[in-house]
């Protein structure tokens, strides 16, 4: 198993956002934890030796929720029939705030991180995310993608980001892919050159 | 809403085949149909406007599964709740074979598809996502990207295929991403220019 601190090339952190973020109407709200999100975030995690994604929510029970997952996996029945699914569900980490998430990259890495938003809408100052991997490399700083669940990140997580990515455009004008998918394809943007 | 005639470009079709396809001992098996897994390649042939993803399944109860669910966001509260999720159920198609998914393209664009497997493991004769499109392209062909469920495509549907698509590779080894993320992944570079 690789480690991911030997990996050449920069430093990126996902977080998934489950609160603050908007419904439909642009209420702020706190979104449920989707069980297959972990999954796919955490098999991507692993595919792009992301050192982590962090599950942000500030409801003990569903953290609780994540970490009975997380040890279903690492210590269950489960990684023993999926070694893989354990490999990947190792780089799963629980935070309360965004903040938090935050602190403890800078802790892990000796930097702050930049951390960018994703949005479905663009916001006329978007970068791309191959831009987003050169500026990491030319730094030397940690970066981080925030996801948002539900309808998308609330003003008060946008605050914190630096900047935002390029959102996925399709052929037609249809912009409500899952944020399994938005995550798996803005990786991949970030990595390829 | 656009109509996918009218869009410009090739037509890609999907097929998320469950049968046959092997299980983790390399046994031929019916994969079960995953619901998560028809709504965001539904949102994804949206996006990219595809004609249709076919949902394939031998099994009448599965496929009377896919129906109520197509049903429930057509007609149902959910289309109510949701219209943009009306909008991509309404691409999903069932078809008991993938013969059965070929044929129907064949007589909706008047000539028969191109068909590239996709699979974890390269194959030596892969081509780029962005090499079958200049494909379908230059030829005026419509395609089909064909999905494994379970651990991937039987040797059966692999027969039926004219060439296989370039895996997704990450930084590291890890090569086991959701059938989810690896659609979307292989449709952004599919029609990325």
């Not at 831009?131 to 730094?139: G, N, Q, S, W």
């Not at 990140?153 to 938005?182: F, M, Q």
Request: charged share 25%; proline share 6%.
């Amino acid at each position: 198993m690789s480690d991911p601190k030997t990996v050449k090339g920069p430093a990126l952190y996902l977080a998934l956002v489950h609160a603050p973020v908007i419904n439909r109407r642009g209420e702020e709200i706190v979104a449920a934890v989707t069980n297959l999100d972990l999954h796919d975030l955490a098999r991507l995690a692993c595919t792009y030796e992301l050192p982590a994604c962090y599950v942000v929510t500030p409801l003990k029970d569903q953290q609780k929720l994540v970490h009975r997952l997380i040890h279903h996996w690492l210590h269950g029945i489960g990684g023993q029939l999926h070694p893989d699914r354990e490999r990947a569900l190792r780089r799963l980490r629980v935070a309360s705030t965004l903040e938090e998430a935050i602190a403890h990259v800078e802790e892990e890495q000796g930097r702050p991180p930049f951390l960018w938003a994703t949005s479905a809408r663009g916001s006329g100052t978007d970068v791309e995310p191959s831009e987003a991997r050169l500026i990491l490399e030319a730094t030397g700083r940690p970066g981080m993608m925030v996801l948002g669940t539900g309808w998308g990140l609330s003003g008060k997580v946008w605050r914190l980001c630096h900047g935002t990515l390029r959102p996925v455009e399709g052929r037609g004008d249809y912009n409500h892919i899952s944020v399994r998918c938005a995550a798996a394809i803005l990786l991949d943007r970030f990595f390829r050159k």
